[in-house]
């Protein structure tokens, strides 16, 4: 299954977001496997149901010939295989959730690409591909976060089922520690300015290491859980900065922005932001996993004035910095 066609198709800025959805055929845990709780034998299985941003599937295969990998960090990784010279690692899923996987039908892999890195995940199975709102995600709870180890960030329910959007970055950080974000303790920032930014991310880890980032450079930081939350404070600082007769960037002077939120995604926010004659000259950085040379031109599209992929946090205040002062020389 390719991908490409549907990228084409989704413009940026719509808030809307394509998943494909798969499931994890399993036996229940707890399930009772006497001979009365099994039909023809069999224990009763059911499937879970799954999600993951289209823009971050770079194909899905059939399980490929896998070559074992020596001193793995986890059960759940199964080694690696070559496809079209990439050597890719390839992680069981349902291993990971701690689900005892049913194989009635031949798996599939799903291989991604975020963060700069490619990867890949067995699945029992891929079921189609949805075109979504963001405002028909909802963030989890922090009771569905808790019991699932943080590693769901929204929730998409049908008539019939619930689709969980799984942090496959989170899985893929956890089993590859240098991937995770690190703030780089060498680099040294110009704190004789104190710029103002507010920003936007549904994780609240991603939120605090950009706080401390930007803190460490000086910046007063002000912290929203998603892009329909920015936009609603930015309307308020609009309305204050009319009230007082003060230019915007009193109040705020650059905006970092997650893409994939609930309610309301990046690359919507910035649109908006951009056609705000207020608004439309505070800088705005996509600060996203999704950041590839395949996927740039989204937010180029919506009016992006800098887009930097996670693993480079350690540059972002930096370049917010730079844009600040950019824009004041253009006055």
Known sequence: ?????????????????????????????????????????????????????????????????????????????????????????????????????????????????????????????????????????????????????DSITGVVKFDDRIVFILDLERIVSELNPEMRL???????????????????????????????????????????????ECWDRLKEIKQSAVDEGRPITDFVQVIVSDIEMPMMDGHHLTRRIKDDPVLRDIPVILFSSLITEKLRYRGEAVGADDQISKPEITYLAQRAAALIEARKKKR
């Open 182 to 228: 690190k703030l780089d303790d060498n680099v040294e920032f110009n704190t004789e300015e104190r710029y103002r930014a507010l920003i936007a991310d549904d994780s609240p880890l991603i939120r605090e290491m950009i706080r401390d980032m930007l803190g460490q450079a000086g910046f007063r930081v002000e912290k929203t859980n998603n892009g329909r």
């Open 1 to 149: 299954m390719s991908t490409e066609t549907s990228e084409i198709l989704l413009e940026a800025g719509t808030n809307e977001l394509e998943i494909v959805e798969f499931y994890i055929e399993e036996i229940p845990k707890n399930k009772d496997e006497s001979p009365s709780a099994q039909t023809e034998g069999a224990p009763r299985t059911r499937k879970s149901y799954f999600g993951v941003n289209v823009a971050k599937v770079l194909e899905i295969i059939r399980m490929p010939e896998v070559t074992e990998m020596p001193e793995v960090s986890h059960e759940s990784v199964l080694g690696a295989f070559n496809l079209r010279s990439r050597i890719i690692p390839l992680l069981d899923l349902a291993m990971w959730l701690r689900k005892r996987r049913v194989e009635n039908e031949p798996p599939k892999v799903i291989v991604t690409e975020f963060n700069q890195v490619t990867s890949a995940f067995m699945v029992s199975g891929v079921t189609r591909i949805h075109r979504i709102s963001w405002e028909d995600v909802e963030a989890p709870n922090k009771y569905v976060s808790a019991l699932s180890s």
